[in-house]
């Protein structure tokens, strides 16, 4: 049963601001690279456009093909490490195989069309820049995980449960109905009345 009166619809949760942003970012930067794409063609030619962007493809598919080639060496090597044989390489090899996720990301922004990708890509490509990222992006995660953990299980529960669908929930009391044990219950109960 209820009392009657409403108790509240929970707040929404607050949309963050990457889901508000992104979209609008996104545009910008599409309608920026347009306008700097025609700037370029009404100052050379559209050939030179054309040679630009098939040049950003040609040099991401390198830069790309040669940091998969090395983050394969050195998965291999690792490998070969776990199961006791030696490896007779260099030993800057492993030096050089850190980075290869931010290689990949700047070969990408190369093939994606555009100069300012392009412009991204190659700065991904420089190794103090590669340097500066990797640690942010790394203290940013380490950051998250701790935000995460401190909230436990009985508050992840709490969240879970609070975002079910509709998001209510109904207080109420169960009531069975015990059969009369007065008289003699048949064990099966009949086929038809």
């Known amino acids: 049963m209820t009392t009657g009166a409403r108790t509240p619809y929970p707040a929404r949760p607050r949309r963050s601001r990457l889901r508000t942003w992104l979209p609008l970012g996104v545009a910008a930067w599409l309608v920026l690279e347009i306008w700097l794409l025609t700037l370029v063609a009404g100052a050379s030619s559209g050939l030179m456009v054309f040679l630009l962007l098939v040049a950003g493809v040609v040099l991401g598919s390198v830069v790309i093909k040669r940091a998969g080639r090395r983050a394969f060496r050195s998965l291999s090597e690792t490998l070969q490490q776990q199961q006791g044989g030696v490896v ?19 070969g990408l922004l190369l093939i ?35 935000e995460a953990a401190q909230g436990g299980f009985g508050d992840v529960f709490r969240q879970v449960r609070i975002h079910q669908p509709d998001g209510k929930v109904v207080q109420g009391e169960v009531i069975r109905d015990e059969p009369d044990t007065d008289k003699p219950q048949d064990p099966r109960p009949p086929l038809s009345r």
């Open 88 to 106: 007779p390489g260099s030993p800057g090899s492993r030096a050089g195989s850190e980075g290869n996720g931010l290689t990949m990301l700047g």
């Open 112 to 146: 994606v069309p555009g100069l300012v990708s392009d412009a991204l890509g190659l700065l991904l490509l420089v190794p103090p820049v590669q340097k500066a990222v990797s640690g942010y992006a790394e203290r940013t995660f380490e950051r998250k995980l701790r």
